[in-house]
């Protein structure tokens, strides 16, 4: 029997806190505009339908308010948050799920991931450049992997990665390894951005 292709929407992550970079990373400049903006317009050129997951507090923040927007229904619960509130809403759609803070994502990283997706599995996603691991937060999950995470969240398990792992995943390796290389804190914004130099 062939396995239905479930459309295919995104989702650009930009609930987190920003603890460890000081400010919210999604509004960080890396060419002419915000990050969120650079990524989303990346993400919804590869996709039927993109969306902003944000928190409740972040509704109404001048960049996210003018994207469509999916709020987190949970709380402290991290990136799993956003990929549960996008499943609540279009259950039937399969996710590419796309962390804000890869300055140096490309498009010829995106469309390696959809040429590679296989709807017959959980997900698709790129193993690490560092440590060879499931790379949760630029993958496609199919609606079997956020039933699987949610069962996961419901015994206190809300990490993504650990998730992709317990899971049938298809993983590739990465075109470009840089390309998934993220802006989490100072030291490693002014490391992406003096590779952008080097690289103008």
């Known amino acids: 029997m062939n396995t239905p292709v479930r459309p295919?929407?995104?989702?650009?992550l930009t609930g987190g806190a920003s603890r460890r970079m000081g400010?919210?990373?999604?509004?960080?400049?890396?060419g002419d505009?915000?990050?969120?903006l650079t990524a989303y317009r990346l993400l919804e050129t590869v996709v039927e339908q993109a969306y902003v997951s944000v928190r409740e507090d972040q509704r109404n923040e001048e960049t996210r308010?003018?994207?469509?927007?999916?709020?987190d229904q949970l709380a402290d619960i991290g990136?799993?948050?956003?990929?549960?509130?996008?499943?609540?809403?279009h259950p039937d759609a399969a996710w590419l799920v796309l962390a804000c803070d890869l300055?140096?994502?490309?498009?010829?990283?995106?469309?390696?991931?959809?040429a590679a997706r296989d709807v017959s599995r959980d997900a698709t996603a790129f193993t690490s450049a560092h440590d060879g691991l499931p790379e949760p937060l630029c993958a496609i999950w199919e609606p079997s992997a956020i039933d699987a995470l949610a069962a996961s969240v419901a015994t206190g398990r809300v990490c993504p990665r650990k998730g992709l792992i317990a899971i049938d995943t298809k993983l590739i390796a990465p075109v470009d390894p840089q390309a998934l290389d993220n802006a989490n804190s100072?030291?490693?914004r002014?490391?992406?951005?003096?590779?952008l130099r080097k690289a103008s």
Do not use: C
Request: no cysteine; glycine share 6%; charged share 10%.
């Open 190 to 195: 002014e490391d992406i951005l003096q590779r």
């Open 23 to 30: 400010q919210d990373k999604a509004l960080l400049n890396y």
């Open 186 to 188: 100072p030291g490693e």
């Open 33 to 36: 505009q915000p990050q969120l």
């Open 103 to 114: 300055p140096l994502l490309n498009s010829a990283t995106l469309h390696a991931l959809l």
């Open 8 to 12: 295919l929407y995104g989702l650009l």
């Open 79 to 89: 990136p799993a948050a956003g990929i549960l509130a996008a499943h609540a809403a």
């Open 65 to 71: 308010r003018s994207l469509p927007q999916i709020v």
